[in-house]
Structures are given as structure tokens and as C-alpha cells.
């Protein structure tokens, strides 16, 4: 079987949670004998060479002739507003507002000679330009690759799917890692939120990382039940032992991801805030960017508990597993989760996990501790527990581990062939 | 208000048609941190970013430091220290980078201060603000700046400059109290109410100690305005410049003009015509016999005291409101501030013999400098904030701030069990 994927990150131009999802299913389709191409925005060129092909947008040609392809972009009509993508913003600034105007966005098809579009694959102001730019660039693969199936990844490469699947007819599945109501609350970014619904409306099916994430698509985008799949992320095995930590008193309680209303900082700092007179030595470090981080780092000096706390900015993958090595306790207290796969990183890593009840790996972890995103007294309680008995903490290693053995994308790439072959059949 | 001294005879003569120009420069570089990360702290304790610094102080020694004391010492020679004198505060941190980075410009300074024609003032050692917070590792600072102009220069300053002109009473009785005779402040309106500033004055709190007062509309011109276009008096010319002063009510007999050196080939270019434009100035007051550029303590010798003035809350130099918030003034300064004196106790049972390492990075985190890096004022003074400032953001300041005093706290306490 052959599967033409679409997606923003892959190791090693990973933002979050998104390129590690993306990046262990690929494996574990491999490992079944799926034959897998990867399109992204662009590569990093750092790639081991590998058992499946990765391809960047800006290496495809768009013609100068009339093709199937330029034929169809001709009927399609783009939104032309005035937009602020806020919680993919990477950028501690917000940027001046940008205008999205057609004829910017697509190349006029009256050029001689093919052209290359540009690409950032970051998440920046031009971002929904740069959507429709990798959906028009990759809809010339219509006609020049091989695949029997199109596997689309969040709402950022539904448009590439839709095109691709209008053009040639094959079946379209579209992964929902993140809906735009987990981003953004009950204010979702209309345009965003739009092409998420057209996404599932003409996919043949829906993958959801989690039941969570599940009935978020049936109840807010009115998909039928029967089509969405809850297939839970997993994470690939440990392949480095934990470095001896250097013996300090301190004790490290981490947050770990974008510093967006969606993974709940505020609540972190509320917490720390109730924490840090009791346990002396805690230190709290706040991994991660994004639109909240200014407010965030004024309410910690507000509190004045800076000299307790670090801020580290975006940490790349290495530095991750360096932190984890650092922390004692991973705080994920998350408004709404579609799934979480850093909580099973620290896990994986031997950190004890707090997590929010309203996350997807809360489904699946039955060792870790739970707590509503909101309730931060006892958050607080619980990372003082785990700071202060270290048996809590060996209790949950132990049996976390056994849990994590289970969580392999083996077996979830499985379920998601399984997804595949009721399309194609 | 305290009630007004009647003026003496005094040991020189005063003429009516006399008129006196004071003119201070502060020369003032901080250690600039590194960017040090979370991860740094109780790894590396080495939190400067030494590159940085060593080119700043290069390139200000050349651009401004040697032509302008070379153009102050033909000045001195040309028309006698009697004549053509001025002021300098050097901070303890910027002689120590001219010992590490430029050992000319130190020598370019000992050099001028042997013509007999510059005063030194005395300030804390690591141009902090230590006296808004400690009393006791103030009076220690001042101290140890006193030893180091000692030390460098064989000169023993008799008058006091705080760090950007911060003044409060309390500040004034232990001024004095510390044996100084005379202190600068600004020539603000909340200080001064309608009173001009082109006089001596006494503190309130000590009666003993003389004040200065810059006189901020004519220091700006220099240091501020000089090469803005959209200023009306652009171009600012040496005659116009002059006859200002000229036009000045003829009983104002002492007009403060205090500025940072940088101004000088740095703040305004050399290309801007700057040092040509203060040496024709210079030359065209001079024309009148009645002129003369004088130092703090030369003013004290002529001039009396015409009132006394009082600040129960501390004034400063800086921006329009003329108080502390530029360095405190958000809860990301006061957290930083605030952390940072916490650590005192910890020093105190530390000998500088013994922990010098730890001593001269207590002394190098207290520059004001960190904390005005932190400023959110972004208005009309934020183009002066944003000068020379090695962040991208505040926030990176603070955060790369209180990421360093994580660790420098960790030092202290591993040091106390040693």
C-alpha cells in the first residue's frame, strides 16, 4: 500500500507534539510494510536516510502549462481577510496584522517557465498564506506520484488533501491532532475552524488522537460518529538511558509546551505561586513560546518569585530530554489536550507526570496523577507530594514504565492500516 | 522649604558680570550578562558576555574617550585650569573595563587628570542603586570607589554624584556624613518648585553639604537634541549656543551642565560635527574675560548657597518624570531588585579576601544598567532605553537576570556551609 502523507513538522523541524505524532506513525506504518511519503512544507535537510521518503513543498514544480491542477485552483475561491493566527504565533511580538490577498498567494499561471514556491514551515504571520501556497504546490503531485491513498495531518495540509483527492478521486484521511476549540476556547479562528470542518466533510474518515479530541469533532463540527476513529498517539522507545543528574538541592517542576491558552500556563504559575513559600527548593522552569509568555512572565514578577523560576524559550528535542533529566516532577496542566505525547516522553524519561483531566493521555495513563486544569490548590498539592515523598514517585516510575511498553506505535499504526483498508475496501 | 542662608563674604570675589560653567561627564560602562540559560545554572558561573563587552569598550574609547579627552586637554592647556576645568565620575566597573579592555583610555584619563584640570566625583563603585535599598553596602560601594580613584588617579573626591543623579534626603546626611562637601542632583521642577537651578543650594537634611543642580533644558540641548533634524533649532550652532547663556538673567551665576561622556563620538557621531561644535562653544564663551569653566568644588569656593531644598522621595535624571521608574518602576525591576539585596546577609559572612569571585559579581550585578535593560517604558524615552541594550525584550532581560542570580544565589549558600 502506498500513502501519499501531508504534514507541518517532521524531526527534525518539530514545533511540538504534532512532528513526534507524525513521526512515530510513520515508522509504525513502515514496520507493517506501508510505503509512505511524507510531504512538508520543506525539509530541514538533516534527515537520516530512511525506509520512507520525505519530500518539501517547495521542491515541486507548478508548471507554467494548463494542467488538471492549475484548472481546478481557477475554481476555487480563498478567503481574503484580515487575520491574526494567535496561538501558533511563534514570536514573543505580536507581528502587524497581515492581508491575504488572492493574487499574492498563488503564482499567475501565465509564467514561462516552472516555478518553485517559497516556504518558512514555521508558524508565523504569513502562516494561512503559506497553507494555501502548500495546498496549491502539492496538488501538482496529482499527476506525478503513485499512491493509493491521502493521509492529511491537522487542518494545515487539509486543503493540499482536499485538492488531491478532488483531482484524483483517491480516498482522503484526515488526522485531527489539534481542533481549532482547543486552541483558541470557544473563540475559534473562523477561516481555521472552517477548513478544519471541510476537512472531515469530504475526508472519507476522521482520526481523532484520542476520545477526547473524538467528541470534540462529532459535537462541534457535526461529523456522524460512525466516521471518526479515536486512535491514541503513542511514543517510540527509549533509546538513550537518563543522564546521572549532578547532585543539587534543587528540585525542578517543568512545563513543557507553547505558552498558549491551551496548555493552561497561567494555572502552572497560580500553582508555583501557592508552592514555592512551602517547598524552598522547588524551581520552576516554563519550556516553551507563545503568545501568553509576556503575560506569564509578568504575573511571575508580580508575584515575585522570578528568582524561582526559569524560562527557557523553545527547546529543541535534545534539550528536552536534557531538561527531562533536570526535572522532578512534568506538569502538563492543559485546558483542553487532544492528546499530550510530551507527558509520555517525561514518563519515558522517568519524571512523574501531572496531568489535566481534560487531556488525551489521561485516557490512557491510569499511573499519573490527575487534576482539573482549573483547580490549582490541588495541583499544588500534588506536585507537593511528589516533590516531598519520593515513594510517590518510584511508585509511579515503576508502573508507568509497564504502562509506556504498551503505548507503542506498532500498535497503533495497526489500527490506523485498519482505518486505511476500511476506505479501500 | 528651609529658610534662606544670608550670603557672606567669601574668600574669592565674587563680580556681578562673572559667569561660571559647570560641566560634569559620566563615564559609566556595566558588565553586560550573556545570555545564561536555565540549564547554565550550577553548571557555569562565568556570566558575562565578554565578546560584547570588549568591543563596546573599544569602540567607545576610540570613538569618544581619546578624542574627546584630547580635545579637553588642549582645551585645559590653551586656556589654564583656571580657566577651562571639568568634572568626571568614572564608575568602578567602567575603570575596570579599561584596565581588561582599553588600557589607553585609562591612561588618556590619568594623563588629563595630571593637567590639573579635572575634579573627580565620587559615586558607588558598580553605578548601582544601592542606596535605595542598603545603607550599608552604599556607604561600603562609595568607599571602595574612593580607594580605586585613590589607587588609579592619586585623587581624593570631596564631591559626591549618585548614580543617575538619584537624590533623597536621607541620601544627603549620609553624604555628608561621609566627609563630602558638595552632591549633584537635577535641576527638577519637584525639587526646585519655581526656583531656578542656576545657583547653590543646601540640603535640607544637612545643612553642611552643597548642592548642584543640572540645568536640564541646556545639558539636553548637548546631549539630546543636538543632531535631531526635527528639533526647530537644528542646526544648533556654537554662537547660538552661546548667546543662550549670554541671554540668561545676568544674577544666575552658575549654570550645571552634566552629561554622560558618551555623548561624545558615541551618542552623537563625530560625523554629527559634536566635538567641533563644543570646541568653537567653548572658544566663543571664553572670548568673554568673565567666563570660566569650573569644577564642584572651584563653585563651592565662589559661590554661597541661596536656600536649602528637600526630597522626601528620591528624584533621579532620567526621562521626563524625572524619578526611579525607569530602573524601578515595573514588577519585573522591583522582583529582579529585590531578589538581588535579599542576597546581602549572604555576603556579609563572606570575606572579599576569601570569595573575591563572589564579591566582584555582587558588585557587577548591581549596575543599574540590568535593570534598566528591563524598562517597559516605551514612549518618548525609549529610544534612550533601547541604546546600547544587548536584549531583544525586557522580558529576555529579566529572565537571563534571574536565571543568573539562581545561580549566583546557589554560590553563596554552598559557600556559607564551606
Known amino acids: 500500500m502506498k500513502v501519499l502523507m501531508l504534514g507541518w513538522e517532521f524531526p527534525p523541524r518539530i514545533a511540538g507534539g504534532l512532528g513526534v505524532a507524525c513521526y512515530g506513525l510513520v515508522k509504525g506504518l513502515v514496520h507493517h510494510g506501508v510505503s509512505v511519503t511524507f510531504v512538508m512544507p520543506l525539509r530541514s535537510g538533516q534527515e537520516p536516510p530512511n525506509s520512507y521518503r520525505l519530500l518539501g513543498a517547495n521542491e515541486i514544480e507548478t508548471p507554467a502549462e494548463e494542467t488538471p491542477a492549475t484548472t481546478f485552483w481557477k475554481q476555487v475561491r480563498f478567503y481574503g481577510v484580515e487575520t491574526y493566527l494567535g496561538p501558533y504565533l511563534e514570536q514573543l511580538e505580536r507581528p502587524i496584522l497581515t492581508f491575504l490577498a488572492v493574487p499574492e498567494t498563488l503564482p499567475e499561471t501565465t509564467t514561462s517557465a516552472p516555478l518553485r514556491l517559497f516556504f518558512t514551515g514555521k508558524y508565523g504571520a504569513d502562516l494561512l498564506d503559506e497553507v494555501y501556497r502548500y495546498a496549491y504546490a502539492v496538488s501538482f503531485l496529482a499527476q506525478r506520484e503513485e499512491f493509493d491513498l491521502i493521509h492529511a495531518h491537522d487542518w494545515l ?15 482522503l484521511v484526515v488526522h485531527i491532532h489539534a481542533t481549532e476549540y482547543d486552541r483558541s476556547g470557544e473563540n475559534p479562528n473562523p477561516i481555521i475552524r472552517d477548513i478544519e470542518a471541510q476537512g472531515f466533510a469530504e475526508a472519507d474518515l476522521v482520526i481523532a488522537v484520542s476520545f477526547y479530541t473524538r ?27 537518563p543522564v546521572e543528574r549532578p547532585p543539587h538541592k534543587r528540585k525542578v517542576v517543568t512545563f513543557l ?31 516553551g513560546t507563545g503568545d501568553k509568555l509576556r503575560s506569564i512572565i509578568h504575573r511571575v514578577a508580580e508575584l515575585r518569585l522570578g528568582s524561582r523560576f526559569s524560562f527557557t524559550g523553545f527547546l529543541p528535542p535534545a534539550e528536552v530530554e536534557r531538561l527531562f533529566d533536570l526535572s522532578d516532577v512534568y506538569v502538563m496542566p492543559s485546558v483542553s489536550e487532544p492528546f499530550g505525547i510530551s507527558a509520555l516522553e517525561a514518563l519515558r524519561a522517568g519524571v512523574p507526570v501531572i496531568i489535566s483531566k481534560q487531556s488525551g493521555v489521561a485516557e490512557v495513563l491510569r499511573y499519573a496523577l490527575k487534576v482539573d486544569f482549573w483547580d490549582v490548590e490541588r495541583l499544588a498539592d500534588l506536585i507537593y507530594g511528589v516533590l516531598q515523598y519520593p515513594a510517590i514517585t518510584q511508585f509511579f516510575r515503576k508502573f508507568a514504565q509497564e504502562e509506556l511498553s504498551q503505548l507503542q506505535w506498532e500498535r497503533s499504526s495497526a489500527r490506523v492500516l485498519q482505518a486505511y483498508q476500511s476506505v479501500l475496501t | 522649604m528651609g529658610k534662606v542662608q544670608r550670603p557672606r563674604l567669601t574668600s574669592l570675589p565674587i563680580r556681578l558680570n562673572m559667569r561660571h560653567i559647570c560641566l560634569y561627564f559620566q563615564v559609566h560602562q556595566p558588565f553586560r550578562l550573556r545570555i545564561y540559560r536555565f540549564f547554565d545554572i550550577g553548571e557555569l558561573h562565568d556570566y558575562y558576555h565578554e565578546l560584547n563587552n570588549r568591543v563596546l569598550m573599544q569602540r567607545i574609547a576610540k570613538k569618544c574617550y581619546l578624542p574627546m579627552n584630547a580635545l579637553l586637554k588642549k582645551l585645559i ?51 548601582g542603586l544601592a542606596s535605595l535599598k542598603s545603607e550599608t553596602e552604599f556607604r561600603r560601594q562609595v568607599q571602595l570607589h574612593a580607594q580605586t580613584l585613590q589607587k588609579l588617579f592619586s585623587a581624593q573626591p570631596k564631591t559626591f554624584r549618585n548614580t543617575e543623579l538619584v537624590f533623597f534626603d536621607q541620601l544627603a546626611s549620609w553624604v555628608a556624613d561621609m566627609g563630602y562637601t558638595a552632591i549633584l542632583a537635577e535641576g527638577a521642577s519637584t525639587l526646585l518648585g519655581w526656583r531656578s537651578p542656576n545657583f547653590l543650594y543646601t540640603a535640607a537634611a544637612a545643612p553642611s553639604l552643597r548642592i548642584l543642580l543640572r540645568n536640564y533644558p541646556l545639558s539636553d540641548d548637548i546631549a539630546f537634541r543636538f543632531s535631531d533634524p526635527t528639533w526647530p533649532e537644528y542646526p544648533l550652532t556654537a554662537e547660538k549656543f ?107 559572612n563572606l570575606s572579599p579576601e576569601q570569595h573575591p569571585d563572589l564579591h566582584r559579581d555582587w558588585l557587577r550585578l548591581q549596575t543599574s544598567d540590568h535593570f534598566y535593560y528591563m524598562c517597559t517604558k516605551f514612549f518618548a524615552d525609549g529610544d534612550v532605553h533601547k541604546y546600547f541594550n544587548p536584549y531583544d525584550s525586557p522580558y529576555e532581560a529579566y529572565v537571563t537576570y534571574m536565571n543568573v542570580l539562581a545561580d549566583f544565589r546557589t554560590r553563596l549558600q554552598n559557600a556559607q556551609n564551606d
Open chain 2, 242 to 348: 552661546a548667546q543662550w547663556f549670554r541671554s540668561l538673567p545676568k544674577h544666575e551665576l552658575l549654570i550645571n551642565l552634566f552629561m554622560d561622556y558618551e555623548t561624545f563620538g558615541e551618542h552623537q557621531w563625530a560625523e554629527t560635527g559634536i566635538f567641533s561644535f563644543f570646541e568653537a562653544w567653548v572658544e566663543n564663551m571664553l572670548q568673554d574675560k568673565e567666563v570660566r569653566y569650573i569644577t564642584p568644588q572651584t563653585a563651592l569656593a565662589y559661590h554661597e548657597p541661596i536656600g536649602q531644598l528637600e526630597a522626601p522621595k528620591p528624584l533621579s535624571w532620567a526621562d521626563s518624570e524625572r524619578d526611579l521608574t525607569a530602573w524601578l518602576g515595573n514588577d519585573m525591576q522591583l522582583d529582579a531588585f529585590e531578589s538581588l539585596y535579599a542576597l546581602e546577609p549572604l555576603l556579609q
Open chain 1, 157 to 171: 495540509t487539509y486543503l493540499a488533501g482536499i485538492a488531491l483527492k478532488r483531482l484524483t478521486g483517491k480516498p
Open chain 1, 215 to 241: 467528541s470534540i469533532v462529532i459535537e462541534k463540527y457535526g461529523v456522524p460518529p460512525e466516521k471518526v476513529w479515536a486512535i491514541h498517539n503513542a511514543v517510540l522507545p527509549k533509546d538513550r538511558q
Open chain 1, 257 to 287: 509546551g507553547r505558552v498558549t491558552y491551551q496548555k493552561g500556563p497561567e494555572y502552572f504559575v497560580e500553582a508555583a505561586a501557592r508552592l514555592a513559600p512551602k517547598v524552598p527548593e522547588a524551581h520552576f522552569v516554563v519550556a
Open chain 2, 77 to 127: 592647556t590653551r586656556y589654564t585650569p583656571e580657566r577651562f576645568s571639568v568634572a568626571f565620575s568614572i564608575s568602578g566597573t567602567a575603570l575596570e573595563q579599561m584596565q581588561l579592555y582599553a588600557p589607553e583610555a585609562l591612561e588618556s584619563f590619568q594623563d588629563l587628570y595630571a593637567t590639573g584640570g579635572v575634579e573627580l566625583l565620587a559615586e558607588t563603585y558598580a553605578h
